[in-house]
Structure formats: C-alpha cells, structure tokens
C-alpha cells in the first residue's frame, strides 16, 4: 500500500511539474517571423486554433498555457510580429501586455496634404503584412473637414509633419486627428512666441508664411533669415516674389521647370503679381519654419539666393542680390 501511494504521489509530482512547465513549450517560430493578428473579442480558443494552424504550438498546449497563466480575458488585440525563438508562454506574454507591432508613418516636413494622402493610401506590403490603415478610414479630401469636424475650409499646412507610430489596420483618420492636434498646438505655441512688431495678424498668416520658408529651404540655420527676409518685405509692402508660391498655384501643370511666363502668369498664388500673403499655406511647415514665421532675427536683408550647396547667401538691396545671383547662379565671378 505504502509503495503504491509512493508511486501515485511521485505521477502526482511529475505531472504537476509538467503542467507548471507547460509555458516554457517552445513555440515553432517560422525563420522569416510570424505575423499574428487578434482581432477585438477574439476568444483564446480562436487564438490557440490560429497558432496550431500555423505549426506554432499544438491548440492544447495553448489553451493549458493560457490557463496556467489566467490569459483568458487579458488577450489584446494587435498586430504582432513574432520573429526570435520564443516559448508559448512568452508569446502570451506578449499579447497580454498589448506588445503589438507597430508601423512608423513618417510625413516630411514640407510635404503637401496630396503627399500626404498618397502616405495614407499606399497598399500592403509586397511581402505580405497587414495594410497600414483600414480600407475605408481614409476619409475623401472633399469630406476632411467634416471628418475631423473641422470649420477651417482649407487644411492644406494644418497637419504636423512628423514620424507617428500606428498599429497596422488602425483608423487612418485616427492619424489625421492627431496630426491636426499636433499642428494646432504646435501653432498656439509659436503665436504666443511671436515678435511684438510682426506683420502678421493671425495664427493663420503665420502658418502660411511658416509653410513658405519650409518650401524655400531645407536648412535648418537659414530658416531664421528666410523668415527675416519675408518680414522685413512683408512690412514696407514689398511683394513676396516666392518661387514656392507658383509653383503650388500650377498645380498638376508644373513639370518641374519654372518658366518666365509661370512668374508673369497671374493666380491667386503668384506672389510676383499680387501683394501680401497667398491665400492659404502651401505645405505643411515643421517646427523651425513656424518659429522663424513669428519670430525672426532682426535684419536689414531683402533679398538671398540659393549657393548651391544648400546655403543661402543674403542681400539687403537688389544690387548687392544680383551680384550674388551672377555669382552662384550664374557662375560669374
């Protein structure tokens, strides 16, 4: 009798230090990684039937971790990229904590709200992987404003261009909100920085006139110029005479090439032909651009034009600016 409570005991034990080593089952994870998705609601056994299909772990084994470990109702939903050997039970881990994939959405600074609805719209990895956005969240550009309830009637510039991280199938204009948040704060937090003696007469202007210097250089140093150079005209009245701004009034017609006739051509965005501030921003500014729109260096410079290597060279009367112009532009000495 002794014997036989001995033996029952020591299955007793095995068994028990089998099932509490259940979690450490390792889980078969493909060499090119697992993409595994856990839709809202989704039911352990829903989970376990997805990682048996795959090879990754028998569905039993799954259901006892998940068991072991009280998984059951902390499952949550994502997008989640397995791709190191794992056990079955950190792989639940995993998804208890919510550690799901991510996907970085990166919007330049100086892109149009075209480019960014081509960021927003591009398809599924050629790979495979989930899409970036839900079909169907990108809201149509005739309808953004109601979608982000919006009263502003043109959004161009009003989005914060940054890098955001999402997860995959997320709400498209989820992003947008949040990048329309972003630009509002970012322009509330500038205004109040703004010179005492600026031309500017709302936060609008100042995003306008924001989105004119990202489009007039990449360089972090000579944004602060740029904007001097487009105050100072802005206040003796002297047109802006941006290249920028006609562009983006050609539209689809700009073939890459700026031509006379483009400058002499009126719009409503040539700032050769018409006085003051375009009538909305033309791109979407960063940080630096909106700083150096409300608060640039006093300066006496009118005038600069582009070196060649990324740096601006700066004048404060037409003829010191066409001797810069023969000289970097021209190639006259």
Not at 196 to 224: C, F, Q, V, W
Not at 255 to 282: A, E, F, H, S
Not at 306 to 325: I, M, P, Q, Y
């Given at each position: 009798?002794?014997?036989?409570?001995?033996?029952?005991?020591?299955?007793?034990?095995?068994?028990?230090?089998?099932?509490?080593?259940?979690?450490?089952?390792?889980?078969?994870?493909?060499?090119?990684?697992?993409?595994?998705?856990?839709?809202?609601?989704?039911?352990?056994?829903?989970?376990?039937?997805?990682?048996?299909?795959?090879?990754?772990?028998?569905?039993?084994?799954?259901?006892?971790?998940?068991?072991?470990?009280?998984?059951?109702?902390?499952?949550?939903?994502?997008?989640?990229?397995?791709?190191?050997?794992?056990?079955?039970?950190?792989?639940?881990?995993?998804?208890?904590?919510?550690?799901?994939?991510?996907?970085?959405?990166?919007?330049?600074?100086?892109?149009?709200?075209?480019?960014?609805?081509?960021?927003?719209?591009?398809?599924?990895?050629?790979?495979?992987?989930?899409?970036?956005?839900?079909?169907?969240?990108?809201?149509?550009?005739?309808?953004?404003?109601?979608?982000?309830?919006?009263?502003?009637?043109?959004?161009?510039?009003?989005?914060?261009?940054?890098?955001?991280?999402?997860?995959?199938?997320?709400?498209?204009?989820?992003?947008?909100?949040?990048?329309?948040?972003?630009?509002?704060?970012?322009?509330?937090?500038?205004?109040?920085?703004?010179a005492p003696n600026t031309p500017l007469k709302s936060p609008y202007e100042a995003l306008i006139l924001a989105s004119i210097i990202e489009k007039e250089t990449g360089r972090d140093a000579d944004r602060p110029l740029v904007g001097s150079v487009f105050t100072n005209r802005l206040r003796i009245g002297m047109r802006m005479q941006t290249d920028p701004t006609v562009i983006y009034?050609?539209?689809?017609?700009?073939?890459?090439?700026?031509?006379?006739?483009?400058?002499?051509?009126?719009?409503?965005?040539?700032?050769?032909?018409?006085?003051?501030?375009?009538?909305?921003?033309?791109?979407?500014?960063?940080?630096?651009?909106?700083?150096?729109?409300?608060?640039?260096?006093?300066?006496?410079?009118?005038?600069?034009?582009?070196?060649?290597?990324?740096?601006?060279?700066?004048?404060?009367?037409?003829?010191?600016?066409?001797?810069?112009?023969?000289?970097?532009?021209?190639?006259?000495?």
């Amino acid at each position: 009798m002794k014997k036989l409570f001995t033996a029952v005991f020591t299955l007793a034990l095995f068994a028990a230090a089998g099932w509490f080593a259940l979690p450490l089952w390792p889980a078969a994870i493909p060499s090119d990684g697992l993409n595994l998705s856990v839709r809202q609601g989704s039911s352990l056994s829903r989970l376990a039937a997805d990682l048996d299909k795959t090879g990754v772990a028998p569905s039993w084994v799954v259901q006892a971790v998940a068991r072991i470990r009280g998984s059951a109702r902390r499952l949550r939903a994502g997008e989640y990229l397995f791709d190191t050997p794992q056990s079955v039970g950190e792989v639940l881990a995993s998804i208890e904590a919510g550690n799901a994939r991510q996907l970085a959405v990166t919007v330049v600074e100086g892109s149009r709200l075209s480019d960014l609805y081509a960021v927003l719209s591009a398809p599924a990895p050629a790979g495979g992987g989930a899409a970036t956005f839900a079909a169907g969240s990108v809201p149509e550009r005739a309808k953004l404003a109601e979608a982000l309830k919006s009263d502003a009637k043109e959004l161009e510039g009003f989005f914060f261009p940054d890098t955001y991280f999402v997860a995959p199938g997320s709400s498209a204009t989820a992003l947008l909100r949040l990048m329309n948040k972003r630009m509002k704060e970012e322009l509330d937090k500038a205004w109040a920085q703004r010179a005492p003696n600026t031309p500017l007469k709302s936060p609008y202007e100042a995003l306008i006139l924001a989105s004119i210097i990202e489009k007039e250089t990449g360089r972090d140093a000579d944004r602060p110029l740029v904007g001097s150079v487009f105050t100072n005209r802005l206040r003796i009245g002297m047109r802006m005479q941006t290249d920028p701004t006609v562009i983006y009034g050609l539209g689809e017609k700009f073939d890459g090439n700026l031509r006379k006739v483009d400058l002499q051509t009126d719009t409503p965005y040539n700032t050769y032909t018409r006085n003051g501030l375009p009538p909305t921003p033309i791109a979407l500014p960063g940080r630096a651009s909106l700083r150096a729109a409300v608060a640039p260096p006093p300066s006496e410079f009118l005038y600069f034009v582009a070196r060649g290597d990324g740096t601006s060279e700066f004048s404060k009367n037409l003829a010191e600016h066409n001797r810069a112009v023969a000289k970097y532009q021209l190639g006259q000495k």
